[in-house]
């Protein structure tokens, strides 16, 4: 069974540090994306992982994907207030007929 | 710049009342998904189209039907709304076959009363 697995649920950080998000899932892919969600609204691309040992940065925000570990990583660099949010990831698997499988999400809450 | 259009932000509904989102893709993109998000559910995949007038069921297609007449365009219809059907209804697309990104639309956030 096709199983993603986010932790943590929720993770409440203070401004300034630094945190890692991981998502890990039970099948071979090279596909794997990460989305933002704010409150209400719906969901953002931030980054699309195409290839072992795939590098994304943006801004505070760098992902990274090892598919040998069947891995990736969300890490956040000196967090604000803004990046508070809830962050998915979802990894492709182009020959199934869902395509996609997403990871239960993580909730995050950037204290001042 | 890729756009998935939602006909509907918010609905508001009755029980039993026949319900239609409406989801429209400028990006010619082969594939189209109706999700629903709930609280401490995470998404959940209702319906997936590969090509017009294919639909192909998901997780939890129960209570909802889609259709597919054009390329651009995926509908996602609750026959008579239920109470348990109140949700946050997201859409997405993706070019065909490879598993490529999912756009998502805005979202409909349906309440049934």
């Known amino acids: 069974e096709l199983k993603v697995e986010q932790n943590p649920l929720f993770l409440s950080m203070q401004e300034g540090k630094n945190y890692t998000i991981y998502c890990n899932y039970s099948?071979?892919?090279?596909?794997l994306y990460w989305y933002r969600q704010d409150p209400g609204k719906s969901l953002e691309s931030l980054f699309v992982l195409l290839s072992n040992g795939a590098v994304k940065q943006e801004g505070r925000l760098m992902a990274s994907l090892d598919t040998k570990a069947r891995l990736s990583t969300l890490h956040i660099t000196a967090a604000v207030h803004d990046l508070s949010a809830t962050y998915f990831c979802a990894v492709g698997y182009p020959h199934t007929g869902n395509q996609f499988y997403f990871g239960t999400g993580t909730s995050l809450t950037v204290i001042p | 710049d890729v756009k998935v259009t939602q006909s509907s932000r918010y609905l508001v509904k009755r029980t039993g009342e026949k319900v239609f989102l409406e989801c429209v893709q400028d990006?010619?993109?082969?594939?189209m998904f109706w999700y629903r998000q709930d609280p401490g559910l995470g998404l959940r995949l209702i319906y997936f189209s590969y090509d017009v007038k294919m639909k192909e069921k998901g997780d939890i297609p129960e209570g909802y039907s889609v259709s597919r007449e054009k390329k651009e365009r995926f509908s996602l219809i609750l026959e008579s709304a239920s109470t348990n059907q109140t949700s946050m209804y997201l859409c997405a697309s993706s070019l065909g076959g490879s598993a490529g990104e999912l756009f998502f639309g805005e979202g409909s956030r349906l309440t049934v009363l």
């Open positions: 990006m010619d993109h082969e594939n």
């Open positions: 099948t071979t892919s090279d596909r």
